[in-house]
């Protein structure tokens, strides 16, 4: 029996096979599995689809399963839900939260936007339902930049919740931005010294780095991209070392895809921590897995007026994302008064 699975302490019978069970039950179910990068690889193993946040809500959209079980964060498997209300979304762990979606609590973000009335809110998806349906559009670390080149240049934006990303794509495009100051816990753990040491270590190697970190990294990174961009960019690259500055659970799909090549995970503050490892994402389990489609709980259930309105930001991002609409076809934003 695997190592690390541990049935006893998730009240299991020690004798259950549980890939052969989460397979039974996936059927059974009529269910989907989508895993983030940034799970553990033994649930990116098992899923039907791994992917980024973009690519997941796409998924979870085109699918026909009648239950959606999400291998990530909450505020992803509400994107699931709020796109596919008739389906079943279950969350491993109802726990599997995210630093940036707590930095920016609904109230306080409404309380901002009243503020900037003649400003949109282009918010990065990794936030609460209830701010998505505050926001105007949202983004994913893959589309923000071509939505926002679909902007008039007059259009005053209002980005959160991460300011890193915002940070970055105030640089990159030169557009002003106003910034809701959220930060990704994990991102912010890379330590600009440890990677100094490691490039030093490695000559050579080029920097990929995720845009949430903070800018002191980025200005090392010889490719900044969402999961999948840096996933894309290690497939590619000709050298035989990569250093990796996103959680590091994305570099088993870069070791499946090159098993010849050495990808380094960038190190946290004290070079040897597992700080950069999400430690939302790393509350879902197998076990906990098996337990969601088993019993088809904890799931996410949202409001459907609540639901409708975040739709309408999401679906923003999907029209703009696949360039079938520009933002004068989304109608005003909806401004409160200056
Ligand atoms: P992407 O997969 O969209 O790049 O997002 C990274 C992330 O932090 C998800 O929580
Ligand atoms: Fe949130 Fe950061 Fe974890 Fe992604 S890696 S879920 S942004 S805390």
Known sequence: MDARLNLPAAGLD??????AEIDRLRKERNAVILAHY????????????????????????AT?????????????????????PEKIVVLPDMDAGC?????????????????HPNHIALTYINCSTEVKALSDIIVTSSSAEKILSQLPADQKVIFGPDRNLGGYLVRKTGREMLLWPGVCIVHEAFSETELMKLKAQHPGAPVVAHPECPPVIL???DYIGSTSGILAYAKDFPGDTLIVATEPHIIHQMEKALPTKQFIGAPGADGNCNCNICPYMALNTLEKLYLALRD???????EEGLRLRAKKSLDAMLAMASGTVGMGDLGPAPVTGD
Request: aromatic share 8%; glycine share 2%; net charge negative.
């Open 14 to 19: 020690r004798s259950l096979d549980l890939r």
């Open 38 to 61: 940034y799970q553990k690889p033994e649930i990116q193993d098992l899923a039907d689809f791994v992917g980024d946040s973009l690519d997941l809500s796409k998924k979870a959209q």
């Open 64 to 84: 026909d399963a009648d239950v959606i079980a999400f291998c990530g964060v909450r505020f992803m498997a509400e994107t699931a839900k709020i796109l596919s």
């Open 99 to 115: 630093s940036l979606e707590d930095s920016c609590p609904p109230d306080e973000f409404a309380a901002f936007r009243a503020k």
């Open 219 to 221: 200005d090392h990174a």
């Open 296 to 302: 088809l709980t904890p799931r996410i259930e949202i």
